[in-house]
Antibody
Framework: QVELVQSGAEVKKPGASVKISCKSS????????IHWVRQAAGQGLEWMAM????????TSAQKFQGRVTMTSDTSTATVYMDLSSLRSDDAAIYYC???????????WGQGTLVTVSS | QSGLTQPPSVSAAPGQKVTISCSGS????????VSWYQHVPGTAPKLLIF???HRPSGIPDRFSASKSGASATLVITGLQTGDEADYYC???????????FGTGTKVTVV
């Protein structure tokens, strides 16, 4: 069965970077894009970025451009999302999710809580 | 980044029907398929509806959706207490080259 498993919770100081992993299983890793979505406390879902797991292409929302870097390791079927220059408003639960048929987000990771505190 | 607009909350009694609207623009809903997600805080969002009105395996036909122009609608019939959650519409914005979500709607069963 399709499964996306994310790395554990992180606590970071303002200005630091955080790197979250998303390991895929149960399907052909290179055939589906992976997206990153976050939700801050009391807020809605926010689309951040996506990556072609072959590593050929990445796209991110304008507000994250220059701060988000995504990489892919096809040998371990794992995608990584690195967010730099963390601010207090980056505190959120970060989800990886697979883009399936008709560009829908059909499978989701369990989420990774990122706390930003001095 | 522009988003899609949803009502903050809707409520109804068990067994009744609720309708959730999702308003966008010609560059997102007007051009692309809309998906709907159910999100219980603390858990991963769940895909409810995709494409024109398709449900993944395991999603009951009490959930249905439609789209007209730059707006979309989710309908939940036979409301159950287990349906209490936040619901989001989502699609791709071809002008922004970015994904967009609705502002989210909290469904309460009263």
């Amino acid at each position: 069965q399709v499964e996306l498993v994310q790395s554990g919770a992180e606590v970071k100081k303002p200005g630091a970077s955080v790197k979250i992993s998303c390991k895929s299983s149960g399907y052909s890793f290179t055939s589906y894009y992976i997206h990153w979505v976050r939700q801050a406390a009391g807020q809605g879902l926010e689309w951040m970025a996506m990556i072609d797991p072959t590593g050929v292409a990445t796209t991110s929302a304008q507000k994250f451009q220059g701060r988000v870097t995504m990489t892919s390791d096809t040998s371990t079927a794992t995608v990584y999302m690195d967010l730099s220059s963390l601010r207090s408003d980056d505190a959120a639960i970060y989800y990886c999710t697979r883009e399936g048929y008709s560009s829908t987000l059909d499978y989701w990771g369990q989420g990774t809580l990122v706390t930003v505190s001095s | 980044q522009s988003g899609l607009t949803q009502p903050p909350s809707v409520s109804a009694a068990p067994g009744q029907k609720v309708t959730i609207s999702c308003s966008g623009s010609s560059s997102n809903i007007g051009l692309n398929y809309v998906s709907w997600y159910q999100h219980v805080p603390g858990t991963a969002p769940k895909l409810l509806i995709f494409d024109k009105n398709h449900r993944p395996s395991g999603i009951p036909d009490r959930f249905s959706a439609s789209k007209s122009g730059a707006s979309a609608t989710l309908v939940i019939t036979g409301l159950q207490t287990g349906d209490e959650a936040d619901y989001y519409c989502g699609t791709w914005d071809s002008s922004l080259s970015a994904g967009v979500f609705g502002t989210g709607t909290k469904v309460t069963v009263v």
